[in-house]
């Protein structure tokens, strides 16, 4: 375990992230309550999910009817598909901590659990103390972690149980302001505009074949959408930038 210093040392680390993810947490809250589920769905996700861009998501395509039980299974794919696309940085998150991870014991499993993007910046760029336990000390950092996002989620979904209705019209539009957000720090980190405007142009072009039809039938259904602009976003990247590395190794 860790002594008082080193705790308080880790604690301090997280500090910034605390105010981002409650923040980030507490409108995702109300976006639960105001689309006309129970409050505890919010928890719940948080505890089991944890991913703020996949529970976003997950929340706009319940409230959206795309997944829904009538078409349970092909909903489900498209849920999973959307999901795991979302979260495919992680694999990359991974692979880079292996060596981190490695002899940390019983933390080991809550330390993969929990990795996140800011929790991921955290753990890679800070210094162990030498008299602190590894897995303890990055265990504490990764939990605190976990903890502000649920409360935030948590204070969200409260709020929202006592506030009138159509006082939180426009909430979900929390999502859409948070990716373009991203999108602009983004451009702004990497000085590249192309991922970002193959991401609009792509799904631009799979929503016009949404309202395509033919014979009155769309010729990509509306639940096909989102997976389908990934896909093509994914494919679209994979094919510029890889006549981009192989003009660069010629």
């Known amino acids: 375990m860790l002594d008082s210093s080193n705790f308080r040392r880790a604690v301090k680390l997280t500090t910034p992230v605390f105010f981002g993810y409650i923040a980030i947490g507490i409108p995702f809250g109300l976006m639960v309550v105001n689309a006309g589920f129970p409050w505890w769905l919010a928890v719940l996700m948080s505890l089991l999910i944890y991913s703020g861009t996949g529970q976003y998501i997950g929340i706009a395509l319940f409230s959206s009817g795309i997944v829904n039980a009538s078409s349970f299974w092909s909903s489900l794919a498209t849920f999973a598909g959307i999901e ?57 950092i990764s939990i605190f972690d976990y903890s502000y996002w649920t409360l935030g989620t948590l204070i969200g979904a409260i709020v929202g149980n006592f506030i009138p209705e159509g006082y939180l019209s426009g909430v979900d539009f929390a999502l859409t302001a948070l990716f373009i957000v991203l999108m602009i720090n ?18 631009a072009f799979a929503t016009a074949l949404s309202y395509i039809t033919v014979n009155g039938t769309p010729i990509l259904p509306s639940q096909h959408l989102i997976l389908t602009g990934l896909c093509l976003g994914i494919a679209v990247m994979i094919l510029l930038r890889g006549r981009t590395h192989e003009t660069h190794r010629d």
């Open 84 to 140: 795991f696309f979302i979260g495919l940085r992680h694999i990359f998150y991974s692979l880079s901590l292996i060596e981190l991870y490695r002899d940390t014991g019983r933390w080991k499993f809550p330390l993969i659990f929990t990795v996140t993007d800011e929790t991921f910046a955290l753990i890679s760029s800070c210094n162990i103390p030498r008299d602190a336990e590894k897995g303890a000390y990055l265990g504490v």
């Open 186 to 203: 983004q451009i702004r980190a990497s000085k590249d505009i192309v991922p970002s405007l193959v991401g609009v142009l792509t799904t």
